[in-house]
């Protein structure tokens, strides 16, 4: 009876550990970055195609408190 032994496997280390770890985590942080300046752009970009001026002739759904720490002038 012979037994057949396959090639040796490589060994893993702390380091090799390390590195695949450091490696996802930055394509985790690339891609959370690349979604926060898309939702960003998109927000930016709603917020000024929204009509927000009512004495320029748009209408907005929103209306202003004048909430301040002046008193009013009377």
Partial sequence: ???IVGAP???????DILVGG???TG???LGAALLGLIV???LVAYKRWRPSNS???QT???C???LSSFPPET
């Fill in 55 to 57: 004495l320029n002739g």
């Fill in 1 to 3: 009876m012979v037994r």
């Fill in 9 to 15: 496997t490589e060994e893993v280390n702390v380091v």
């Fill in 27 to 29: 394509v985790l942080l």
């Fill in 40 to 42: 960003g752009g998109l």
């Fill in 64 to 66: 202003s408190l004048n």
């Fill in 60 to 62: 907005a759904d929103s």
């Fill in 22 to 24: 450091l490696g996802l």
